[in-house]
């Protein structure tokens, strides 16, 4: 189910963390939330266009490989030490279980690149 998806915080220990590994682990939070925010409410539940381009957005984001910019979902995993394909996976299961989630076009090219 999706509402059981586990807290970025849940995937890494309880160490200290710096400040620039806090920044990372609260877009990688925000992210979840802008995908799984209203994926846990009833499949009659009225999406605005605006939550409909967040959760896109945040699709396309967690399914984009890369380490190109600091800022991609893989990058974070990496400096956070959280596997970038237990992340993925976890997305494409949330995409899978919410067939009104539209991705954009990269993560759809993504998905057959080698």
Do not use: N
Request: hydrophobic share 40%; proline share 4%.
């Amino acid at each position: 189910m999706i509402g059981d998806a586990p807290l970025p915080v849940q995937l890494i220990s309880q160490r200290t963390l710096s400040p620039v590994l806090e920044l990372l682990l609260a877009v990688l939070e925000e992210a979840r939330r802008c995908l799984v925010g209203t994926a846990c409410l009833s499949a009659t539940y009225s999406r605005t266009r605006a939550q409909q381009r967040l959760r896109s957005e945040a699709c396309a984001w967690f399914l984009t490989p890369g380490t190109d910019h600091l800022f991609s979902c893989e990058s974070i995993c990496q400096h956070l030490g959280i596997e970038y394909a237990c992340v993925r996976a976890w997305a494409e299961r949330v995409r899978e279980e919410d067939r009104s989630l539209k991705c954009c076009d990269i993560c759809m090219r993504s998905e057959v690149a080698p």
